[in-house]
């Protein structure tokens, strides 16, 4: 069955508007957050509920074509870059808040919900829903379930998969299948939910996710507080650490990044600060007080503190570490966000030895990191324009996941593998890991419809030289990616 | 800057779509901010071709709700002008007679109050699918309802568009009432505090002139000559914002020269789609080696009425007004001139007035210039929804700075059945400082 | 011939004794490697002659579930023990799964750190706790076994060693297969090693009880508690069958039953702690119920109400239903049923007779299960003595469970690890 065929059969079955083949419209879905890997979809598909996705799921199973499942396309590791001879299948229709169960702290919802609108439904009750990624105002808990991604708060609170107790999801087969404990709190069984979240949509499509409450905190107070260098502000984080508080988010910008975020959005931290390490404490009032002074004490070494508690006042504060991936645009003309992570005693030594690196290339790397867990942000800055400069930032930005490894770290915290770090995943897991991992694969979608070619490192992929399309007015993608190669067909 | 340079600030990470109305609509990357920017730029790098992405480009509003939205600073705005420019040269036949007819009526005042009052014939307008009829199922709440099956990319048949937008200009009808004429100069009350002109609009000058005299009694009352030239135009902001840049800049001359005559300190309008066109004026006009310059010193003295209000400060006293009201923050008040305080500051300084915020407050209402016209479907849809939100404040009346928002938000309050009335700002505010019958 | 050839792979073997069962089934011999690398030799040596393995920590719950249909070897871990990288300040271990958890904690306390886990099987290796996903009072803050484990070594059924996760907290590398290994039970690998996140110990720990008199006064308490800002660390109730039965031990002897009772731990700061429960004492509290603020917990906390005589239930319902869940149970077993557990996550743990004939008991099981079906409502019963465990459905159903099958089809597609003893006949 071609494409065509699919394309009438779905329009049949789900409406004229639910299918996308021109090709400029189509090509608008090449890429998601991440740039650089673009790929045009061999057609679109916007089903409205699970009987949709499943129709869809059917008909890609039927033509024998791989399909690939997309949110709101902010992806940072190309999970959702589309197969050109595949369907993508866009979940940005069904996002309907299913129901409510605030005595038993659940929600259930679909896919292509939004991750803050959670919280705006369920926060005028007192609860709202604790993973919160930067992106939270668009990305879409479907994808947050396939990357299982954190936020600044993941740290005390932990990431998607702690927050998530049951799934119905669409097989590669095209079965709809409820897993996990839903309002409960166990099922009996292998924990399919756990290994589900996180999956990167090779294991097939969500399509509803039971998602768990968490009451607001009394009260919350974010502290700002501005050191000379990174290492004083990485020992502040430590010493917190120590005396056995647990913060509920801490965050570090350097010196570069503060400048990006000041030029963006004005934020006003201290100038002349090396770094700036911003703490949150939550919890019931009186927690939070005593919390405040004993972290207030231990950034002795700070020149400058801030401490809010009103809400537009520790709005304030992060606006800056909530603009700063965007902010490093108008400092430079192009850069890659790295997504390591290293033990957290290891930062200090971690950072100078990025540095390093970056300066040897004569690269500048802004750094941004949630300092609590050690997983980092590098954003390494080049001008697209300059012959060869996308070459060495790209070295740099791989040496920089080879030391997080090597420092018994991992290539990432919760942007994904994807596309972009499958080649680097060898680096944590040998062969027998790896096909290991796909014993799993193999169980829920034998054929490898379910987004294939991402995660795990193909040779095919391997092989592969010589990019695409150049992103429009970019300096073409050169060969040291592993991604997918010029894929249209119009 | 060039398209390129434009389009290239864009870094995909979609903070634009959770704002951008159409997105809420139909959830399809293509009609988001993010995806019209890279459709333009596929047309810009010779990847499609222009017909290809009309469609999109039309369904956008110009709300320009995207633009704070956005954390990397694109300059939306200006690359969804390039884009229009750049289809409209390839538009069908058919769509441009539309356009044309459009374009050769409401710049125009008398136009404009000529066909006021006549309705479109039954067999084009009663055919037609359109707006209300074409609501989809469910509440039309964000999180609960799916959107609509809309065909993407492609143009509506030719004659279901025409019919489309005859019968919504039909419900969109104006109210009833003669043009009130306006005197050439009125003399400031009390101390003379500004010499200001005042800019008429098309739209308003042929429907709204009560408004246009409420401005004037107000900035007179609070200290203002106020100059209502003669043989004024069009500010152009409707060709301006639907691409027909020619049109618009021959419409900013006219403008420009017309205030430049009057001598006055500030022009001031009470249309907040107009102040919006005549502060971009230095843009329309840099090409212009001519007018450049007069372009900019005029764009630098246009002040919204609500605006020029605050900077004045407020004299004349206010009698109490016990109301509830709810205030609509006009697209190109709020996102085009950044301008939200102001109106609530001046209604704030009315004893007992109760303003209270109408919720999803910065999403559009529909109305978009000619946009509920040219694309009733989508535009009735967030007009309902407007009305929806406005209803669930309780409120007892609408204040909105804007004609369009006036008729469109009107026209969906009768739909959902209610006869609640939209004023504009500066009405309110005109009875507020009307003196007690003594 | 075998055993020499198992000893060789494995470094110690013998043949079974008769404490050597598994849920009643005799193994035929026990192997007790010392490094992964002799378990992953000691399965493939398994694979070759076909021989069914089920590995063993403490024992304690090697009886649970239904009793595997074969046990060719017993694999004991006890040599896989110690703490095998505890790096200052990382907040971060990886420890050898045939280490207890007792063990572990006492290492763990001595710089103030501890695994936030605390289930009820006290002598239990980390390798039991995760097979079984065993959990305590503290899941209410710090979730399950599988929301502490960041990374895992185990040995595949062929005798392949694979590892997934790492060593941080934060990693989002490939699939999380200690997910899949938590639970499971034994039927899909065998742990030999596992990295665990950790938390720093509470200044300050505090009890508040109050007897209460109705399980749906229970839910109204937990749901109030659930509203405020109190964040307790765990919340449990105990409802002893009333009828002046003593409660059985697990390991033995029983214990008066008291009260039917809430408790509710508070942690955090000196000033805190204290704060927080008066707060709540006045939240709970009422005129002929005064609750009482404690240093230690009630004696019943943290303590299956089942010994090994009991048929030892869990039933995992959403918390809201707590009380309609215990009066389907009683209504269904006609006799007074000791009820003990969770209540802020709905996990329950019940205690139904031993001696009762295994129709009848058959017949409570159906009706309770019916009562749950289509609710997000589980009862599967983790214990039972013989003849019972052999013949009832321990498990009832599962979510997913054609899909359970495909996964184990792909690990263990030859069914030797711990054959039938899990759900769907796994």
């Not at chain 2, 005559?261 to 212009?288: F, N, P, Q």
């Not at chain 2, 309050?413 to 003594?438: C, N, Q, W, Y």
């Not at chain 3, 742990?191 to 996140?197: G, I």
Request: charged share 20%; with cysteine; glycine share 12%.
């Amino acid at each position: 069955m071609t494409l065509d065929v699919l394309a009438r059969r779905l329009r049949r079955d789900l409406g004229d508007g639910a299918v996308i083949t021109d090709p400029a419209t189509r090509r608008t879905y090449e890429c998601d957050g991440l740039t650089a890997y673009r790929s045009m979809p061999g057609l679109v598909v916007l089903p409205e509920d699970a009987e949709g996705v499943q129709a869809t799921v059917r008909a890609c199973r039927d033509a024998r074509v791989p399909f690939v499942a997309r949110g709101s396309g902010t992806g940072l590791s190309a999970g959702a870059l589309p197969e050109a001879d595949g369907v993508l299948i866009v979940t940005a229709r069904m996002r309907r808040i299913l129901d409510v169960d605030l005595p038993n702290r659940r929600a259930v919802v679909e896919p292509g919900v939004i991750n803050l609108e959670v919280s705006r439904a369920v926060g005028p009750a007192g609860w709202y829903y604790a993973p919160d990624p930067s992106s939270q105002q668009i990305c879409s808990i479907g994808g947050n379930v396939a990357e299982n991604s954190g936020g600044a708060h993941c740290v005390k609170y932990g990431f998607t998969v702690h927050h998530v107790t049951g799934l119905e999801v669409c097989t590669a087969d095209g079965e709809l299948v409820r897993l996990g404990a839903g309002r409960a709190a166990q099922a009996p069984g292998y924990d399919l939910t756990g290994v589900f979240i996180g999956s990167e949509g090779t294991l097939g499509i969500a399509t509803k996710i039971w998602v768990r409450l968490s009451r607001s905190p009394q009260a919350v107070c974010t502290i700002l507080a501005a050191f000379a260098s990174v290492e004083q502000a990485g020992a502040a984080v430590s010493a917190i650490v120590a005396a056995g508080l647990r913060p509920a988010a801490a965050e570090i910008m350097d010196a570069l990044a503060i400048g990006a975020a000041e030029a963006a959005v004005s934020c006003g931290y201290p100038p002349g600060a090396g770094a700036v390490l911003i703490v949150e404490l939550d919890g019931p009032e009186v927690e939070v007080e005593a919390e405040t002074a004993a972290v207030t004490a231990l950034c002795g070494e700070a020149f400058e503190i801030r401490t809010a508690t009103d809400p537009q006042r520790r709005a304030a504060i992060w606006r800056g570490r909530k603009s700063a991936f965007a902010a490093v645009g108008r400092i430079s003309r192009d850069y890659i966000v790295q997504d390591g992570v290293i033990p957290r005693t290891a930062l200090a030594e971690v950072l100078r030895e990025i540095e390093r690196l970056a300066s040897a290339a004569g690269i500048r790397v802004a750094n941004v990191f949630h300092a609590g867990d050690g997983n980092l942000h590098p954003l390494v800055l080049y001008d697209g324009t300059e012959p060869g400069a996308l070459g060495r930032a790209e070295q740099v930005s791989g040496a920089i996941l080879d030391l997080c490894v090597s420092r018994g770290g991992s290539i990432t915290g919760e942007h994904g593998v994807g596309v972009d770090k499958a080649a680097k995943l060898p680096l944590m897991f040998g062969p027998d890991d790896l096909a290991t991992m796909r014993l799993l694969r193999d169980a829920f979608d034998p054929d490898g419809r379910a987004n294939p070619g991402k995660v795990f490192p193909t040779p095919r992929r391997c092989a592969e030289r010589g990019g695409g399309v150049p992103a429009p007015g970019r300096a073409a993608v050169p060969t040291a990616r592993t991604g997918d190669g010029d894929g249209e067909s119009a | 800057m060039d398209i390129r340079e434009l389009t290239d600030a864009c870094v995909h990470c979609g903070f634009c779509l959770p704002a951008c109305p159409t997105y809420q609509l139909w959830g399809t990357e293509a009609d988001s901010p993010r995806g019209r920017i890279h459709l333009i730029r596929q047309v810009a790098d010779g990847l499609a071709e222009p017909a290809e992405v009309t469609g999109h480009l039309d369904s956008c509003l110009g709300c320009l709700a995207c633009v704070p939205a956005c954390p990397s600073g694109v300059r939306y705005d200006e690359i969804i002008e390039h884009g229009r420019e750049l289809v409209e040269s390839a538009r069908p036949v058919a769509d441009r007679a539309v356009r044309a007819g459009l374009f050769a009526l409401f710049p125009y005042p008398r136009r404009l109050a000529a066909v006021r009052g006549v309705r479109p014939p039954q067999w084009l307008a009663g055919d037609a699918r359109t707006a209300g009829d074409a609501r989809g199922a469910g509440t039309d709440q964000r999180s609960t309802a799916g959107p609509d099956q809309r065909s993407t990319g492609q143009i509506p048949r030719q004659r279901s568009t025409i019919g489309a937008t005859a019968k919504a200009a039909a419900e969109l009808a104006p109210p009833p009432g003669p043009r009130v004429p306006l005197p050439r100069r009125v003399a400031a009350r009390g101390t003379r505090r500004a010499v200001v002109g005042l800019l008429t609009g098309c739209v308003q000058s042929a429907y709204f002139s009560p408004v246009s005299a409420a401005t004037v009694r107000v900035l007179a009352r609070e200290g203002c000559d106020v100059v209502i030239p003669r043989g004024q135009s069009c500010c152009g902001a409707l060709p301006l914002h639907a691409g027909r840049t020619a049109q618009a800049r021959r419409l900013a001359r006219r403008t420009i020269a017309t205030f430049a005559r009057a001598g006055v300190d500030a022009i001031v309008t009470d249309v907040a789609g107009c102040g919006s066109a005549m502060k971009e004026y230095a843009r329309l006009l840099a090409d212009d080696p001519r007018w450049a310059p007069r372009a900019a010193r005029f764009a630098e003295a246009v002040r919204d009425v609500t605006e020029l209000l605050c900077d004045l400060g407020p004299v004349a006293p206010r009698r109490p007004l016990p109301w509830t009201v709810a205030y609509h923050d006009a697209c190109h008040l709020g996102y085009g001139q950044g301008i939200t305080a102001q109106p609530r500051e001046l209604l704030a300084g009315v004893p007992q007035l109760r303003v209270v915020e109408v919720p999803d407050g910065g999403t559009c209402c529909g109305s978009a210039g000619v946009y509920n016209l040219l694309q009733p479907e989508p535009a009735s849809r967030l007009g309902d929804r407007k009305a929806q939100a406005i209803l669930a404040t309780g409120a007892e009346l609408v204040v909105a700075g804007n004609p369009g928002c006036t008729l469109q938000i009107q026209a969906a309050l009768r739909r959902a059945g209610s006869m609640l009335k939209v004023r504009h700002t500066i009405e309110l505010l005109d009875a507020a400082l009307r003196p007690v019958a003594a | 011939m075998s055993l020499d050839l198992l000893e060789a792979a494995a470094g110690m073997a013998r043949a079974a004794g008769p404490a050597d069962t598994v849920g009643g089934r005799p193994a035929k011999y026990v192997a007790a490697p010392g490094r992964p690398e002799q378990l992953a030799a000691l399965l493939a040596r398994c694979a070759a002659e076909g021989l069914t393995v089920v590995p063993r920590g403490d024992g304690s719950k090697l009886d649970w579930g239904t009793p595997p249909s074969t046990v060719d070897v017993l694999v004991d871990t006890a040599r896989l023990a110690g703490v095998l990288e505890h790096p200052e300040g990382d907040l971060v271990v990886t420890v050898g799964a045939g280490t207890p958890l007792r063990a572990l904690q006492a290492v763990l306390s001595r710089t103030g750190e501890r695994l936030a886990l605390d289930p009820p099987s006290e002598e239990a290796t980390v390798g039991g706790v995760l097979a079984t996903g065993e959990a305590g009072p503290l899941a209410h803050t710090y979730g399950f076994p599988r929301d502490l484990l960041i990374g895992v070594q185990f040995a595949r059924a062929d005798g392949v060693l694979a590892s997934s996760g790492g060593k941080v907290v934060k990693n989002v590398a490939g699939y999380d297969l200690g997910k899949l290994l938590c639970g499971s039970y034994g039927t899909l690998g065998v742990v030999t090693s596992a990295t665990f996140r950790l938390h720093p110990l509470p200044v300050a720990r505090a009890w508040l009880t109050r007897p209460v008199h109705r399980p749906d006064q229970v839910v109204e308490m937990v749901e109030a508690l659930a509203a405020s800002p109190l964040t307790p660390a765990a919340v449990e109730v105990d409802l002893p069958p009333g009828n002046g039965r003593p409660v059985p031990r697990q390991r033995g002897g029983n214990e008066p039953a008291g009260p039917a009772m809430l408790a509710v731990l508070f942690e955090g700061s000196a000033l805190g702690v204290p704060a927080r429960c008066h707060a709540a004492a006045e939240l709970l509290g009422a005129e002929s119920d005064q609750p009482s603020i404690v240093d230690e917990p009630p004696p019943w906390w943290g303590r299956y109400p089942f010994g090994a005589a009991d048929v030892g239930l869990r039933l995992s319902v959403p918390p809201a239903e707590l009380a309609a869940t215990v009066a389907l149970l009683r209504e269904a077993a006609g006799v007074p049923v000791p009820v003990r557990g969770s209540v802020g996550l709905g996990v329950l743990h019940a205690a139904l007779p031993g001696d009762l004939p295994v129709p009848r008991l058959a017949e409570i099981l159906a009706t309770v299960r019916e009562g749950l079906a289509g609710r997000d409502g589980w009862c599967v019963v983790l214990c039972a003595p013989a003849p019972a465990r052999a013949e009832l459905d321990l498990w009832g159903p599962a979510p997913g469970l054609a899909l359970m099958h495909r996964v184990k089809e792909q690990f263990d597609p030859r069914r030797l690890l711990s054959p039938g003893r899990f759900v769907g006949g796994i």
